[in-house]
C-alpha cells in the first residue's frame, strides 16, 4: 500500500476523452491501514504553506463540497451532505448552530492549523464515529512537538501570506512554538478578508465577500507513558456573505476547549478527551450587495467526552473500546424590529432551550487472519435525546399583512411593493402553528444500532480486493425536528440546501437508517511506477430525511420566480456510485526530475425509491487529470477538471439544471531553505460555468427579480501568489 504522506497531493481525475487513460494509470489514493474503498488520508508537514479554509485540502482528496459562504462550505459524501457526513476536528463533534448551517465543523478551523486529515465514505468503522449515514470526516491540529534538550526554549515559527486575485482575498498566517523535551507550547493564528469574487465573464458574483480570524493556543506536556494536551481556540467572523441564502452572517464569535489525555498500557493504549465550545452567531444583512433588515441570533454549546481504549490482544488481533457522550444546547430568536407590522412586537422565538444528547459505546476487534486476510468487525449503539422548549411568534394578534405573504416584499423587512393592505388583513398562521407546537409533547429519543464488516484479500503482492458491509444510522438535527414556522418569511429562514425554499420541521421524524456495501480492487506494478483502484458502492437509505412539497410562493407573476415550501418527511431512498483513479511515473530522471500523470474519473446516482425522481444537489459525473514535476527546489503542477451537464434535478425544490464545463489550473511552488514561494492561476482559460452544487443565486435575484433563481457562477480566472517563511 502507499505512504500516507503522498496523499496530502489531489485526487486528479481526467476528462471522458481520455478516459482510456485511467484505466492504465492510477492514484496514491489509500493509507497504509485503509479499510474502506474510499478512505484517503493525509499529512499536511508543511501546514503554513496553506491559507484560508480547510476546504481546499479535502477537495484535493475527492471530497465535494456544496456552496455557501467563502469558509463554510458543506462537504459532501457518497451524493449526501450536511449532518449526514460526520466531521470531527480534533476529535470533537461540532454541531452547525444555525437554521442555515452557517457555522458547520470546518468553518472553525484554517488551513494552515491542520496537521493531518482522513476521510472515510460510506462503509467507515464504527470506531470512526457515529450519528452519519455517509461517512467520516477526521480534521487534526493537534500534533505536539518536542525539542530534544531538557530546557524550555525556543523550537520553530512561520509567517505566512497569500493573496487571490478573483476576490482580492488577502490572508496572513503565524505560528509559534517553545518546546523542551517534556513540554510544548504552540500557537497558531490566521486572517483572510476577501472581497465578492468575479464569475468567468468578469460579472461579480454578488455576496460572496467575508472576513474571518482564528487563533489556537495549545500546550502539552509527556514523560514516558504519557500525554496530557489542553488546546483554546477562538473564532471571529465579523461578515460572511452567504448568495445562495436570504440572509447572511453578521457575526460568529466562538470558543472552545479541548483537553486531550493519553497513556500507553501494558498491552495499548488509552485516552480520555472533554471538548467544549461555545458559539454566538448572528444573521442580518451588511452589505449593498443584497439588502434587507431582519436580525437572528443564535447561542449554543457543546459539550463532550470520550474514552477510549485500544488494546493488542496479540500481535495479530487488536480490540477498540470506547464510550461517548454528546450534548448540545441551542437558543434561536430573532429580535423584534420596533415599528415593523411583520416583526414584532414579540421576539420570534425559533428554537427554545433545544436539546440533543447523544450516549454511545462501540466494540470493534480487528484481526490479521493470515498473510492474505485481514478483517475488521465492530457495533456500536446510540441513544439519542431531543427536546425543544415552548415557542412563540412575532405577534399573537390580528396583523396588517401578516406574515402568510411575501409576494410584495422586495427584502426581509422591507414592504415596498405591497397591494392594497386593506385586501390583506389576516391572521398570522404561525399564531396557529405555535399553539400547536407548544401543546405537543416534544421530546423524542431514538435507538440506533451501527454495525460493519470489512474484509481485506491480499490476492499477490500487487493485487488487492477490499468489501465493506455497514449499517448506519443518523437521528434528526434540531431545525429538521423543531422548525415550527409556517409562514413563508419563517420558512424560507430554515435549510441549508441553497435552494431559495422554504423548510417545516416535524418532531415525529424517524432516524435514517443506511446499509452500504462496497467493493474495491487495486492493481499496482511490481516495480511500483504505476497503480489502478477500482471501487464501487451502493446505499439503501431507509427513512431518508427529503422535503415533501406542501405549498408555494411567488413573488412576482412569473413562473421562474415560484418557490416551494416542503415539510421535512421521511422516505426510502437509494444512492450508488463507482471511481476510477489511477496513476502512473511517466519520467524519473536526474536531469528532468519526476513526472506523474494522475487522473480519476467518479460517478453518483440518487433517486427517491417512491418516484424514481432525482436527489437533491447529486454531483454529475466529473473527472480530473493532471501531470506533476518535481524537480529539485521546484515543484509544477498542470491540471485539467471537467464537469458533465447536470440533467437529473430534483422537481420538488426546484432544482436547476447546469451546463458541462472545464477549468485548468497552473501550479508552480519553490523552496529554498526556509524559504517557500507559490505561484497558482486557477480557471486559467478564464471559463464561465455555475457550479452544480452551487444552489441558486439568491443575491443576484433579489438585484434582478426578473431572471428569476439562476445557478450560483464559479470563480472565474485567479492568479494566486504566496510566500511563506518558516524559522
Known amino acids: 500500500m502507499n505512504n500516507p504522506q503522498s496523499l496530502s497531493n489531489s485526487k486528479h481525475v481526467l476528462n471522458p476523452i481520455a478516459l482510456w487513460i485511467a484505466c492504465l494509470l492510477s492514484p496514491y489514493a489509500l493509507a497504509d491501514d485503509s479499510i474502506e474503498v474510499i478512505e484517503v488520508q493525509g499529512q499536511h508537514l508543511n501546514a503554513h504553506e496553506r491559507l484560508g479554509s480547510a476546504e481546499q485540502l479535502l477537495s484535493d482528496l475527492g471530497v465535494d463540497f456544496s456552496a455557501a459562504g467563502g469558509v463554510s462550505g458543506l462537504p459532501i459524501l457518497n451524493g449526501m451532505m450536511g449532518d ?80 487571490r486575485s478573483s476576490n482580492n482575498a488577502q490572508a496572513v498566517g503565524v505560528g509559534a512554538r517553545l518546546a523542551s523535551d517534556t513540554v510544548s507550547i504552540n500557537y497558531q493564528g490566521s486572517f483572510e478578508d476577501a472581497d465578492s469574487y468575479e464569475d468567468g465573464n468578469d460579472d461579480l458574483v454578488l455576496d460572496t465577500l467575508y472576513r474571518v480570524q482564528n487563533h489556537a493556543l495549545t500546550a502539552a506536556v509527556r514523560d514516558e507513558k504519557q500525554q496530557l494536551v489542553v488546546k483554546l481556540t477562538h473564532q471571529k467572523i465579523p461578515f460572511q456573505g452567504f448568495p445562495n441564502q436570504y440572509m447572511d452572517m453578521t457575526d460568529n464569535t466562538s470558543y472552545g476547549l479541548i483537553s486531550q489525555y493519553k497513556r500507553t498500557l501494558e498491552n495499548g493504549e488509552f485516552q480520555a478527551q472533554i471538548n467544549y465550545n461555545d458559539v454566538e452567531h448572528e444573521m442580518g444583512f451588511f452589505t449593498a450587495e443584497k439588502t434587507g433588515m431582519m436580525p437572528m441570533n443564535t447561542d449554543a454549546q457543546d459539550i463532550s467526552y470520550q474514552l477510549n481504549w485500544r488494546l493488542e490482544l496479540d500481535k495479530d488481533t487488536t480490540l477498540l473500546l ?114 400547536a407546537f407548544n401543546a405537543m409533547d416534544r421530546e423524542r429519543s431514538d435507538t440506533l444500532v451501527d454495525a460493519s464488516l470489512l474484509v481485506r484479500y491480499q490476492i499477490t503482492n500487487e493485487d488487492e480486493l477490499e468489501f465493506g458491509l455497514a449499517r448506519k444510522n443518523r437521528a434528526p438535527n434540531l431545525y429538521e425536528r423543531y422548525s415550527w414556522g409556517v409562514s413563508t418569511m419563517s420558512t424560507s429562514m430554515i435549510g441549508w440546501f441553497g435552494d431559495g425554499n422554504g423548510y417545516i420541521g416535524d418532531p415525529d421524524l424517524a432516524a435514517e437508517t443506511a446499509h ?62 463507482g471511481k476510477l483513479e489511477s496513476i502512473v511515473r511517466v519520467v524519473d530522471s536526474k536531469k528532468a526530475g519526476t513526472w506523474d500523470l494522475t487522473a480519476a474519473i467518479t460517478a453518483t446516482h440518487g433517486e427517491r425509491d417512491d418516484s424514481d425522481e432525482p436527489l437533491y444537489q447529486i454531483m454529475p459525473l466529473h473527472s480530473k487529470i493532471a501531470i506533476d514535476q518535481q524537480l529539485g527546489k521546484w515543484q509544477n503542477s498542470l491540471s485539467w477538471e471537467w464537469v458533465d451537464s447536470k440533467t437529473r434535478v430534483d422537481p420538488r425544490r426546484l432544482e436547476n439544471s447546469t451546463q458541462s464545463y472545464s477549468v485548468l489550473n497552473l501550479q508552480t511552488k519553490a523552496t529554498w531553505d526556509k524559504l517557500t514561494v507559490q505561484l497558482a492561476v486557477t480557471n486559467l482559460l478564464d471559463e464561465y460555468y455555475q457550479q452544480p452544487l452551487g444552489g441558486v443565486s439568491i443575491a443576484e435575484f433579489k438585484a434582478d427579480m426578473s431572471q428569476g433563481f439562476s445557478q450560483l457562477a464559479g470563480q472565474g480566472r485567479s492568479v494566486n501568489i504566496g510566500m511563506s517563511y518558516s524559522f
Open 322 to 435: 470506547g464510550q461517548e457522550y454528546f450534548g448540545y444546547r441551542i437558543d434561536d430568536w430573532w429580535p423584534a424590529i420596533e415599528g415593523s407590522m411583520m416583526m414584532g412586537p414579540n421576539d420570534y422565538v425559533n428554537i427554545n432551550d433545544g436539546e440533543r444528547d447523544r450516549y454511545t459505546a462501540f466494540a470493534e476487534l480487528q484481526k490479521q487472519l493470515d498473510k492474505k486476510w485481514w478483517v475488521s468487525t465492530g457495533a456500536r449503539i446510540e441513544y439519542v435525546h431531543t427536546d425543544a422548549g415552548e415557542v412563540q411568534p412575532y405577534s399573537d394578534m390580528t396583523m396588517d399583512g401578516g406574515m402568510d405573504d411575501m409576494s410584495g416584499m422586495d427584502s426581509m423587512g422591507d414592504m415596498s411593493g405591497m397591494g392594497d393592505m386593506s385586501a390583506m388583513m389576516m391572521d398570522d398562521p404561525n399564531q396557529d402553528a405555535a399553539m
Open 84 to 163: 449526514r457526513v460526520k466531521i470531527l476536528v480534533d476529535g470533537a463533534d461540532i454541531t452547525a448552530a444555525c437554521g442555515n448551517q452557517m457555522n458547520p465543523p470546518l468553518s472553525y478551523i484554517s488551513a494552515n492549523q491542520v496537521a493531518s486529515y482522513r476521510v472515510v465514505a460510506g462503509v467507515s468503522p464504527v470506531s470512526a464515529g457515529g450519528d452519519n449515514i455517509a461517512g467520516v470526516i477526521q480534521v487534526n491540529s493537534i500534533a505536539p512537538q518536542y525539542s530534544d534538550k531538557a530546557e524550555f526554549d525556543w523550537h520553530s515559527g512561520y509567517v505566512s501570506a497569500q493573496y
Open 516 to 577: 452500504t456495501v462496497s467493493a474495491s480492487y487495486t492493481k499496482s506494478a511490481t516495480d511500483g511506477t504505476w497503480q489502478v483502484t477500482a471501487n464501487t458502492w451502493y446505499t439503501q437509505v431507509n427513512d431518508y430525511i427529503d422535503g415533501a412539497v406542501v405549498d408555494s410562493t411567488n413573488r412576482t407573476d412569473m413562473p421562474l420566480t415560484q418557490r416551494n415550501t416542503l415539510k421535512f418527511t421521511n422516505l426510502d431512498a437509494t444512492l450508488y456510485g
